[in-house]
């Protein structure tokens, strides 16, 4: 059923991801959510134990109904066929999500490393200069004043340890 | 009057400086957090939730539900200006509000706001005020089965009474339950859902999760058609304000109709929207000019503001007094009691009396402050959103980050905060439901607990459930609401004149 439902992309929206295609893997993204809850209270015992209700008897009837909503919604989904289909994101939407997603990503995967100062710093001044066309030197400034302002509201003001890193460290905190 | 007696206590806590202040610094940072995208109520407040914890319960909370206001007070402001709205229940507010920006008239149209938003709360929190202490005691003979009806009714209002697909609904609202089953399970002590990662033994934490669901993914579906937000200028100054002021007291019928709608349907879970869109549907059948609605009619700002706000007050009453918040963010408030060791429900109204009489006076007063505030500076919050986006995108990101850290010292929970963005951003734009994934992950430990419990007393006997009259009147009303879309399909021209 899904894999038709992946090929429909009419040809009269931008190119993209459809909304069909989209809503095919979102409803089997949550049929395998229910579909795992259910194995994993069966791995439990999920019928009545000798101190009542076992660990997975409630999480299983949630993963049943899950997983009969999803096939509903499935199946919903597959009647559609046919009709012109919506566009959920075309590519060139998809490009300017990245441009934020991308960075944000890497924002936070750095923070374990170098702690939440520098990468925050970095952020800001990414942002200004690659998305707001600020001149380099005020996207760093900026980026710069973020972390400063960051560091005395939450580290000072409110006594708040945010994550911190080699920078941090050499500087004594 | 018992009532009036504690209340007037409670003023007395409120209105000292330090609350006042306090109230102050809540209303601005809540009007800021309405108006920045990525910001709502739900998410602000969680993110502002750490910064509390070296406070006093009374205060803290003082502070966060005048953020709170604040941020009922916030969405207005985007709603018509800019034509975005801020919460779920500022569409409606869009219809007339931004066509009256456009036309020159957005002085009037956020004076109407601001002003109906106020008497719609005004009328909530009365309402909360004498009605509250009636549920705590009745719910005071609550037992298991019981708590466990109130919340399948709380679910089930989601699927009857919301407005989209309520397979979607169900699904969230599935999804919410499973992600608050992951982790320990307090009972028995057995690891669910964990698969082997430490990390999960924890579970999710709903806070961080509302941060990337309504926080990451609002930057995310913003910036989809480019870098920045169009809105219209606001001049409003006290000639504007007192001018629209005589012009209100001819739609004190609307205003009251629209507040009683508001309050009825804030009680129940996911009430303020569809309270919005129907007192805005109830005002323009009534009206003589109903043809002009959404070419820019006054009106059409006061219904929907009017009842929203009755509804986002009256969302705090079972969240006290029944510990089954209204709103995700009642739900985020509700955390907030949790983590200062209150346990909100009906003892709270028995053993800390001075801490909810403070909170409802404080409501009194936040309102009244918030009022005044976004009428003085109205401009200003305006003005943000002529900042450039890079700057302020990037830092509200740092600023979710930072939240998310908060909650539990965790640098693993950025990440998830990161995921449960790219999740609400797909689900947001596919329509399926938000609301009842947060209450679902808020209340799902409560509600399997109370589920366990029944059936220990019963034995394995569902028919505890409808053991006595009122459980059994819960359950059969949540039913009936659960099954609703089933039912509507089988007669659909019942239905249809029921609607």
Known sequence: ?173 | MEEIGLLMQGFGVALQPANLGLMLVGVVLGVLIGVLPGLGGANGIAILLPLTFAMSPVSAVIMLSCIYWGALFGGAITSILFNIPGEPWSVATTFDGYPMAQQGRAGEALTAAFTASFLGALVGVVMITFVAPIVAGFALRFGPPEFFAVMFLSFAAFIGMGRGSPLKTLMSMMLGFLLAAVGMDAMTGQLRMTFGSTEAIRGFDFLVAVIGLFGISEILSSIEDGLRFKGQQAKINLRVVLDTWKELPRHWAIALRSSLIGCWMGITPAGATPASFMSYGVARRMSKHGAEFGRGRIEGVIAPETAAHAAGTSALLPMLTLGVPGSPTAAVLLGGLIMWGLQPGPMMFVEQKDFVWGLIASMYLGNIVGLIVVLVAVPWFAAILRVPFSVIASIILVVCAIGAFTVNNSEFDILVMLVFGLIGYVLKKLDYPLAPLVLALVLGDRTEEAFRQSLLISQGDMSIFFHNWLSGSIMALGLALALWPVLQRFWPKRAAAAA
Request: aromatic letters at 14%.
């Open chain 1, 1 to 173: 059923m899904s894999t038709t439902t992946f090929q429909a992309i009419p040809s009269a929206r931008a190119a993209g991801i459809g909304m069909r295609a989209m809503e095919t893997a979102t409803a089997l993204f949550f049929l395998l959510a229910g579909a795992v809850a259910m194995a994993d209270s069966l791995r439990l015992g999920s019928g009545w134990g000798a101190d009542g209700p076992q660990s997975g008897y409630f999480p299983f009837w949630l993963g049943a109904v899950l997983l009969l909503a999803s096939m509903g919604q499935l199946i919903a989904v597959a009647r559609t066929r046919g009709a012109p289909d919506a566009s959920f994101l075309t590519w060139e939407q998809g490009r300017t999500v990245l441009t934020v997603l991308a960075p944000t990503a890497i924002f936070i995967l750095l923070i374990p490393f170098a702690g939440l100062y520098g990468p925050a710093a970095a952020l800001v001044a990414w942002f200004m200069w690659k998305l707001g066309d600020f001149a380099a030197w005020r996207a760093l400034a900026s980026g710069a004043a973020t972390a400063a302002v960051t560091f005395v509201v939450f580290e000072i003001w409110f006594l708040v340890a945010l994550p911190k890193g080699p920078i941090e460290t050499a500087l004594g905190y």
